[in-house]
């Protein structure tokens, strides 16, 4: 990969990161799903296993790098 898509990519990734109240710094699985292209979130959730599976066999508490968090959605009743 050349030196001016990977300092593209660099950009693009932390222009998505947050930032948690204590100054931890974070990334939302569905923002990275769209930033690398994946349109279906079971493929990109099979890419999070794999990289969860990494972690361990690494030797890494995969708790201390994926956290699980789940973002609410409204819905909207409409009456026919």
């Not at 990977?6 to 799903?33: C, H, M, P, V």
């Amino acid at each position: 990969m050349k030196k001016e898509m990977i300092q593209a990519l660099t950009g693009t990734f932390e222009s998505y990161a947050k930032k948690s109240d204590d100054g931890i710094e974070f990334w939302l699985a569905r923002d990275l799903q769209k930033m690398l292209g994946y349109t279906n979130w079971v493929n990109f959730e099979n890419v999070i296993n794999k990289a969860k599976q990494s972690c361990e066999t690494s030797g890494n508490i995969v708790s201390d790098h994926f956290v699980d968090v789940s973002k609410m959605v409204h819905l909207y009743n409409k009456v026919f």
